[in-house]
T-cell receptor, first 112, second 115 residues
Framework: EDQVTQSPEALRLQEGESSSLNCSYT??????LFWYRQDPGKGPEFLFT???AGEEKEKERLKATLTKKESFLHITAPKPEDSATYLC?????????????FGKGTLLTVNP | DVKVTQSSRYLVKRTGEKVFLECVQD?????MFWYRQDPGLGLRLIYF???????EKGDIPEGYSVSREKKERFSLILESASTNQTSMYLC??????????????FGAGSRLTVL
């Protein structure tokens, strides 16, 4: 069974204070690892897909990296508008081709 | 802009009522999903559909059923609502693509309260 663990559960940063969120995963064979952003009262919004160890993707102040066991979401010089819950999910080659397994998320708060 | 639209943002129902949650997507996606999201438990898959009239159970299908009569519409049905079904319900869709990873586009969510 696929498993995803995100840490920390919550993270408070000052504006401009860079940090990283962690997503540890266990899958039989990784089809893809996803990062989503979710604002309060809204549905998750897609950020990145990573497919293989060593891959990196960037979008504005966010950079996602992937190893064989974990992914990091690096946030450089965050702004208050980066405050949100960040969700990690995996899709494996085993079992259903459609199922994503989500972590419980990291609630990021960036103070001005 | 591509969209997944959930018809009701907030619903309040009584125990035992039949509840319909509707979801429509305009992206011609083959796959549609219903998740529920609860504090401390994250997103859990209820049901999904990979084609019209086709459905598969997710991790927590008990107490729910689904209907997909048209490609763009996927309905979640609570036959007899119970208080433990109070939750945020999220609909999502995706394209089957060429075998790559399955990027989901989510709707805004439907917050259901069962009294």
């Amino acid at each position: 069974e696929d498993q995803v663990t995100q840490s920390p559960e919550a993270l408070r940063l000052q504006e401009g204070e860079s940090s990283s969120l962690n997503c540890s995963y266990t899958v039989s064979g990784l089809r893809g690892l996803f990062w989503y952003r979710q604002d309060p009262g809204k549905g998750p919004e897609f950020l990145f897909t990573l497919y293989s160890a060593g891959e990196e993707k960037e979008k504005e102040r966010l950079k996602a990296t992937l190893t064989k066991k974990e992914s990091f979401l690096h946030i450089t010089a965050p702004k208050p508008e980066d405050s949100a819950t960040y969700l990690c999910a995996v899709q494996s080659f085993g079992g259903s081709n459609y199922k994503l397994t989500f972590g419980k998320g990291t609630l990021l708060t960036v103070n001005p | 802009d591509v969209k997944v639209t959930q018809s009701s943002r907030y619903l309040v129902k009584r125990t035992g009522e039949k509840v319909f949650l509707e979801c429509v997507q305009d992206m011609d996606h083959e796959n549609m999903f219903w998740y529920r999201q609860d504090p401390g438990l994250g997103l859990r898959l209820i049901y999904f559909s990979y084609d019209v009239k086709m459905k598969e159970k997710g991790d927590i299908p008990e107490g729910y059923s689904v209907s997909r009569e048209k490609k763009e519409r996927f309905s979640l049905i609570l036959e007899s609502a119970s208080t433990n079904q109070t939750s945020m319900y999220l609909c999502a869709s995706s394209s089957s693509g060429s075998g790559g990873a399955n990027v989901l586009t989510f709707g805004a969510g439907s917050r259901l309260t069962v009294l």
